[in-house]
């Protein structure tokens, strides 16, 4: 019989509710998914994130950005957090904070982030806001490997939603957010079942 293929090592990062974190739990229950959640680290306390984790029983952690002198200090803090749980892929789910070359050079190359508009537009923490005060008629998340930028790096996959005549910042951010997590969970099974190349901004899962 062959070797079972050991499941991908995945921490996640949040900042917030915690929901796209939740979807990939629940996928990962699925030992065919390919990946497991073995840790969850957070910027701050008494989220819902760090409730789903520790529902979850996983290990988590927190590393709050006021607790350090500086940046860099905080940077390598969670580097070291993160590293302690040997990942094959970072993924922010909703991680409002930006991280700095510390972290980048330690997993530049496997952390994913979710961001809930269709970059290259409306980059930045008010995504849905900024997409609806502009007038766009279509908008929805994209997954995308984090680089030295403000949501900048290379794209593995978009989804679309329409933005409806009675749209207000919630009801786009929540038709938004259904997709991103169908997405996030999709996409997050094919990269650490197929693996993948970034050969310039372009991405391929073979
Ligand atoms: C997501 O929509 C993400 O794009 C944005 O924050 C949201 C996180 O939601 N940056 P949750 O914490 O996963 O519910």
Do not use: C
Request: proline residues 7%; glycine residues 10%; aromatic residues 6%.
């Amino acid at each position: 019989m062959p070797e079972p293929v050991p499941a991908a090592r995945i921490v996640v990062l949040v900042s917030g509710s915690g929901s796209n974190l939740h979807a990939l739990l629940d996928a990962a229950a699925d030992p065919a998914y390919g990946a497991q959640v073995v840790a969850v680290g957070a910027d701050r306390d008494g989220i819902g994130g760090l409730d789903h984790a520790a529902a979850a029983g996983l290990p988590t952690f927190v590393v709050p950005l006021k607790a350090y002198d500086t940046r860099e200090e905080w940077d390598r803090a969670l580097t070291a957090q993160v590293a302690e749980h040997r990942p094959d892929l970072v993924i922010s789910a909703g991680f409002l904070k930006l991280v700095g070359p510390n972290f980048l050079a330690a997993f530049g190359d496997r952390y994913l982030n979710t961001h809930n508009t269709l970059l290259p537009a409306f980059p930045g923490i008010h995504g849905p806001r900024d997409a609806l005060a502009y007038g766009v008629k279509i908008s929805g998340a994209t997954l995308f490997f984090v680089d030295a930028g403000t949501d900048t790096g290379p794209i593995v996959a978009q989804v679309a939603v329409p933005v409806l005549d009675d749209d207000d910042e919630e009801t786009l951010t929540e038709r938004i957010k259904s997709a991103e997590r169908r997405q996030l969970v999709e996409q997050v099974g094919r990269l650490v079942r197929n693996g993948w190349t970034i050969i310039g901004r372009k991405v391929t899962i073979p």
